[in-house]
C-alpha cells in the first residue's frame, strides 16, 4: 500500500491542464477552485432527440458520500423515477483505479462486501474512471459522480448534477410517478437561480473551499462567507418553511445535501467549526423536515458519507481515522409544520 504523503504527491503529478481529481484543484494562492463538468448533453421529452426520455434506458452512477451525485438521487426519489432510472452506488473510499497509474479514485466492490454499494450492472467496470474511458477515448478531467449514463449508446449523458436534477424535474413527466412534484416551477425561477448561486458558492461549495484550503487567507475568507450564509438562511428560516418560500424546490435538495453532511463531517474534517448545525434551530429542524420527505432518508447513507471524507483526503486527515460523533438523529421530530405545508 503506497503511504498517504506519497499518495498525494503522485495524485498531484497528473495535474497539467486539467484536475484528475479535487485534492488538485487548487490556485497559487492556496484557495481551492472547482473544475467545470464536461459532459453536457441533456435528456429531452422529445422522443426525436439524442437522448430522448424513456423508461429504463438511462443509469445513474453515484456515491452516497457525495452531495452532488445524492442531489441526483433525491430527485430520482422525490419524482416517483425509481422503476425508470436505476442506479448503482461505489465504494465509499478512493482506491487505486488502474494498475498502470496512481491515480485514486470512485471503484465499485467485486461482490457484496461493502453494504450499499454494489458490482456496475451495465459494464462490469472495475471504476469510474472506467466509464469516462468507455464514453471518451481522449478525457482528461475528473473522474467525478454522478454519471448519467446511456445504456442505448452505451456513454455518458452528463456528468453535472446541476443539469441532471433539471432533466429529472421535467423530461420524465410522463413516466414520474409523482409527475405534479415540479420543483422548478417557471414562476419562481428567478428567485430559486439567485438563491442557487449565493448557496452554491458560499455553502455547497463553501465547505470545500475552507477544508481544502492551503493557506491561511482562503480559508479565513471562506469560513466567513459560510457562517455569514448560514445565519442569512436560518433567519429566512424563521419566516418560511423552505428556503424560497412556503414550498419545496430544487433549492432546497441542493442546501439539504451539504447540511445533512455538516455536523458528522464538515465541522471536523473541513474545519467548519464556528457553529454546528444543531445551534441554528431553524436549520437544525428544517434539515430534519426534508430528510422526513418520504424517500429522502433513503440517499442519506451515514456510514459511506463519513467513511469517504475521513479515508480518501489524506492531505487533511492522513490516518484516515473516523471520528465517533455525533450521530444525530434527523428522524426525531421538527417543528417546521408550524408554517403549514
Ligand atoms: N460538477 C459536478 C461535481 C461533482 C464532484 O465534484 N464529485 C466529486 C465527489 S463529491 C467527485 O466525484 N470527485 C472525484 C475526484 O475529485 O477525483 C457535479 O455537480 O455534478
Redesign the pocket.
Known amino acids: 500500500m503506497i503511504s498517504s504523503c506519497s499518495r498525494f504527491i503522485v495524485t498531484r503529478s497528473f495535474s497539467s491542464k486539467m484536475?484528475?481529481?479535487?485534492?488538485?484543484?487548487m490556485t497559487e494562492s492556496g484557495a481551492f477552485n472547482?473544475t467545470?463538468?464536461t459532459f453536457r448533453n441533456f435528456i429531452s421529452k422529445d422522443k426525436t432527440s439524442q437522448f430522448p426520455a424513456e423508461s429504463g434506458r438511462y443509469h445513474l452512477y453515484i456515491?452516497y458520500?457525495?452531495?452532488?451525485?445524492s442531489?441526483?438521487l433525491s430527485f430520482v426519489k422525490l419524482k416517483g423515477l425509481d422503476k425508470a432510472i436505476s442506479y448503482t452506488a461505489v465504494k465509499p473510499i478512493?482506491e487505486r483505479t488502474k494498475e498502470s497509474d496512481e491515480?485514486?479514485?470512485?471503484v465499485f466492490p467485486s461482490s457484496t462486501e461493502e453494504p450499499g454499494a454494489e458490482p456496475d450492472p451495465l459494464n462490469g467496470a472495475k471504476s469510474?474512471r472506467e466509464l469516462y474511458e468507455l464514453a471518451s477515448s481522449n478525457y482528461m478531467g475528473?473522474?467525478?459522480?454522478?454519471v448519467l449514463w446511456d445504456k442505448k449508446l452505451k456513454t455518458i449523458v452528463?456528468?453535472?448534477?446541476?443539469?441532471?436534477i433539471r432533466m429529472f424535474n421535467t423530461e420524465f413527466n410522463d413516466i414520474a410517478e409523482n409527475a405534479d412534484l415540479d420543483l422548478y416551477p417557471s414562476h419562481m425561477q428567478a428567485l430559486i437561480d439567485e438563491v442557487n448561486e449565493w448557496i452554491y458558492d458560499t455553502i455547497n461549495n463553501g465547505v470545500y473551499k475552507c477544508g481544502f484550503a492551503k493557506k491561511q487567507g482562503p480559508y479565513d475568507e471562506a469560513v466567513e462567507k459560510l457562517f455569514d450564509a448560514l445565519d442569512k438562511c436560518e433567519e429566512t428560516l424563521s419566516k418560511q418553511r423552505y428556503i424560497c418560500g412556503n414550498t419545496l424546490t430544487e433549492a432546497d435538495v441542493r442546501l439539504f445535501v451539504t447540511l445533512i453532511r455538516f455536523d458528522e463531517v464538515y465541522t471536523v474534517h473541513f474545519k467548519c467549526n464556528k457553529k454546528q448545525l444543531r445551534e441554528y434551530p431553524n436549520l437544525f429542524n428544517y434539515t430534519k423536515d426534508i430528510y422526513q420527505i418520504p424517500g429522502m432518508s433513503s440517499t442519506v447513507n451515514m456510514a459511506h458519507i463519513k467513511k469517504?471524507y475521513y479515508g480518501s483526503h489524506p492531505s487533511i486527515n492522513p490516518f484516515g481515522i473516523i471520528p465517533v460523533g455525533p450521530g444525530v438523529d434527523y428522524s426525531s421530530p421538527h417543528d417546521r409544520e408550524r408554517f403549514g405545508s
Not at 491515480?103 to 470512485?106: C, I, P, Q, S, T
Request: some cysteine; aromatic content about 14%; charged content about 20%.
Open positions: 484536475a484528475r481529481s479535487a485534492l488538485d484543484e472547482r467545470p463538468s456515491s458520500a457525495c452531495p452532488w451525485a442531489r441526483c478512493w491515480h485514486f479514485g470512485w469510474i475528473k473522474y467525478t459522480v454522478p452528463s456528468n453535472e448534477s446541476a443539469e441532471i469517504h
